[in-house]
Structure formats: structure tokens, C-alpha cells
């Protein structure tokens, strides 16, 4: 499934394992002091960056500010990353730090209400949502865990591995295959009993 | 409503293990588990329905996306910021800084070697008290100027090793006027300095 067309030269998810071709040169580029090789690797992921970052926090602003934070804080340790792996796991690793420390703590992270990170939904609210909501991600929020939600993102929006979900979030690589498959589970049947 | 009956231990065992061995999302699994599926209709429905929903979420999640208008400019624009006044700025400023405080130095010692040589007489001082005092000096001042101008530079390699090359040659400055100017036993100012580092009976 491909996010993108060809002629918008974006890199599609599920690009892992390997680099593309392409992208390691433009990575290979960077290290040696091409600016414009990292500009053109602004252009290719920003919206995978921000979609990542927006699907957890739910606020446009902050998901903005933290993806801008993300390739600023990328640009200063290009010379770090593997050219040879897809840039794309290393950018929404530094995303996630970025957002954890944005928000100052990992629970405020994982504890993001819908809309916004600073209202609190009321379980009357919860059940309206769920109600509201025909799209299955909305749903998914709904219904699973902060943490299982992201890992079934990265897993299944994003095509990642399993070895390069477990590594943007820091889990053992059976962690993610547990989750996934419990959040499948939770969600199917959340729609066979709906 | 659940349309589906239990699943009987064998399917559940089958259904579980593949999350953990299996192709991938709702893949069918590989191995015994499979040879199970070929032979379980209610085990087939689970993992066409998985590979189903998988490609429902990811169709969603593909709708679901958002852009945000601008933001691409707005992070090169902020990369761009971020990569070249920054640089210029620290060496404009840490490199003068550092000629200026080595100037400073070297006066200050000037200044004491012509005091003290007008006021003590030059027998009351051992070459081993020059010694002392110049690396006293020398160490107090670049103590003082490298950490600071350092800091300044950390950001860059080439400015940084320039930054050495300065601070090298402005601390032999500074050692070679202290070793020459500060007086020593017999000796007049301009003399032919002690050697740091051997005893003093080897001394001339
Ligand atoms: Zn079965």
C-alpha cells in the first residue's frame, strides 16, 4: 500500500530494511557537508515525521514544533546514522525523544488525550468519541493503550519491521509482536462486537 | 453480537504462535501452524479476516493523513538558521578575544619583570622561582582563555583546531617572554633562559 505516487517522489512506508538507494546517497551527501542533500531529505519525510508525531499527541501545533525540532536536532548528528538503513526509523526515534522531552515526562507522551494535550476527556466524552468515530484509528485510539496504539501505527501505517518498530520505541522486537497481535485481537473484536 | 465460537485450544495455540513466528500482520503462519490452517476453516476465516483488517487500517491510515501547509519550508528555513551565522559569530569574536588577552598577558609579565628588576636585586631570585613563576603565569592565564574560547568553538572541528594552533603559539610567546624577562640568579633580563625540567646544578 503506497502513501504516495511515484511522480511525488516521496519514499513510501515499508521501505525497511534496506536504504534505498537514493537515500543513501543523499545521506552519504549530508555527512559530507551538503546542505542541500539534507533539504531534499526535509522535503521526502516531513509529513511522516509530523503524521507520526500528530497521530500521538493530537495537536497540530506541537506536532509541528517537535517535527521542526526533529530535523534540527537530525542535520547536528547526521554523521550518527547508518546510510545504509532507511533514515526514516532514526528520524521518528529522534521524534519520539524530542516529543517525550517536549512534553517533559514519557507518561505525558503516552497520556495524550484526543484533540489536545491539554484537555482532559471524561469517559462520557470517551464513549462519544467512540460512538462519533468511523475510522478504525479513531477507534484504535479509543480502545487501546497509548503504547499499543503507536506500536500498531509504526507496525501497520507505517510498514515498519518489526525489528525497526522495536527500535523507535525501544522495545524487544517479541514486546512489538505481542502487542500487535493483542491490539489486533482487542480491535477485531471490538468490531464484530460493535 | 460475536458470530464466532470459541476457538477450540489447538487454534488458539496456532493463532498466538504465529504472532510470534509468523510472515507478518495477520500472515498465515509458517511451519505446524500451518499445516494446522490448511486443515481448520475457523483458523482460514481468522487469518483472512486479519489480513483484511490489516488492509483496512492501513487504507485508513492513509486517509487519515495530514499535511501541514508550509511546514517543509518552515523546517529548512530553520535549518538553514541554524547551520551558518552561528559559526561565523564564535570565530569572529573568540579569535580577537583570544589575540587580546594574550597581548594583556604578555604586558602584564613585562610589566613585572621591569618592576621587580628595578626593585630586588637579581641574586634574589633561584632559577627555579623564574621557572615557577612563569608557569604560574602562563597557567593561570591560559587556564582562564582556553575553556571559555573552547566552549566558543565546540561546534566546529577546523575553528577549533585553529583555535589550538593560536593557543599554541601564544603560550611559547608567553612562556619565551617570561623565561627571558623575568630575572634570574646573576643574570640580566635578555639572558639565556634556565631549561624547564632539569636540576638546577645542571642549570647554566
Ligand atoms: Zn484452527
Redesign the interface.
Known amino acids: 500500500m503506497a502513501f504516495f505516487s511515484q511522480s511525488e517522489a516521496r519514499v513510501v512506508p515499508g521501505s525497511a530494511p534496506g536504504a534505498l538507494p537514493e537515500e543513501s546517497a543523499l545521506v552519504r551527501s549530508c555527512v559530507d557537508g551538503d546542505g542541500r542533500a539534507f533539504e531534499e531529505l526535509v522535503r521526502r519525510h516531513t509529513s511522516r515525521v509530523f503524521n507520526y508525531v500528530f497521530q500521538m499527541t493530537r495537536h497540530r501545533q506541537d506536532a509541528e514544533d517537535i517535527c521542526q525540532q526533529t530535523f534540527i536536532k537530525a542535520y547536528r548528528n547526521i554523521d550518527r546514522v547508518d546510510p545504509d538503513r532507511p533514515i526514516i526509523g532514526w528520524l521518528l526515534t529522534i521524534a519520539r525523544r524530542t516529543a517525550i522531552n517536549h512534553f517533559r515526562s514519557a507518561k505525558a507522551w503516552t497520556e495524550l488525550p484526543e484533540d489536545t494535550a491539554s484537555t482532559e476527556t471524561s469517559p462520557a466524552r470517551q464513549v462519544e468519541n467512540l460512538e462519533r468515530a468511523g475510522n478504525l484509528w479513531e477507534k484504535a485510539r479509543q480502545i487501546l493503550a497509548p503504547r499499543d496504539f503507536e506500536v500498531l501505527w509504526l507496525r501497520i501505517a507505517e510498514e515498519f519491521s518489526v525489528e525497526e518498530t522495536a527500535r523507535v520505541t525501544g522495545l524487544t522486537q517479541t514486546h512489538v509482536k505481542v502487542l500487535v497481535y493483542r491490539a489486533r485481537q482487542q480491535l477485531m473484536k471490538g468490531e464484530t462486537t460493535a | 453480537?460475536?458470530?464466532?465460537p470459541s476457538p477450540r485450544f489447538i487454534c488458539r495455540v496456532v493463532r498466538?504462535w504465529s504472532?510470534?513466528a509468523g510472515v507478518g500482520?495477520?500472515g498465515a503462519p509458517a511451519g505446524f501452524g500451518a499445516h494446522h490452517v490448511e486443515t481448520c476453516e475457523a483458523c482460514q476465516e481468522y487469518f483472512g479476516?486479519?489480513a483484511e483488517?490489516?488492509?483496512?487500517?492501513?487504507?485508513?491510515?492513509?486517509?487519515?493523513?495530514?499535511?501541514?501547509p508550509g511546514?517543509?519550508s518552515?523546517?529548512?528555513a530553520?535549518?538553514?538558521d541554524?547551520?551558518t551565522p552561528e559559526p561565523r559569530r564564535s570565530r569572529s569574536f573568540a579569535i580577537p578575544a583570544t589575540a587580546l588577552i594574550g597581548a594583556a598577558a604578555a604586558f602584564a609579565i613585562t610589566f613585572l619583570v621591569m618592576t621587580r628588576a628595578r626593585s630586588t636585586p637579581s641574586n634574589d631570585v633561584t632559577p627555579e622561582e623564574v621557572v615557577a613563576a612563569a608557569q604560574s603565569i602562563s597557567s593561570q592565564v591560559w587556564g582562564t582563555v582556553k575553556p571559555s574560547a573552547t566552549v566558543a568553538l565546540k561546534k566546529s572541528n577546523s575553528l577549533q583546531d585553529e583555535l589550538n594552533s593560536v593557543y599554541s603559539d601564544a603560550r611559547g610567546a608567553v612562556d619565551f617572554l617570561a623565561l627571558n624577562f623575568l630575572p634570574g640568579p646573576g643574570t640580566t633580563a635578555g639572558a639565556t633562559p634556565p631549561q624547564p625540567g632539569l636540576p638546577a646544578q645542571q642549570r647554566g
Not at chain 2, 53 to 68: I, P, T, Y
Open positions: 453480537m460475536n458470530a464466532h498466538g504472532s510470534l500482520p495477520g479476516s486479519c483488517f490489516d488492509a483496512a487500517l492501513k487504507a485508513e491510515a492513509a486517509l487519515g493523513r495530514v499535511s501541514s511546514l517543509e518552515r523546517v529548512i530553520a535549518i538553514r541554524s547551520r
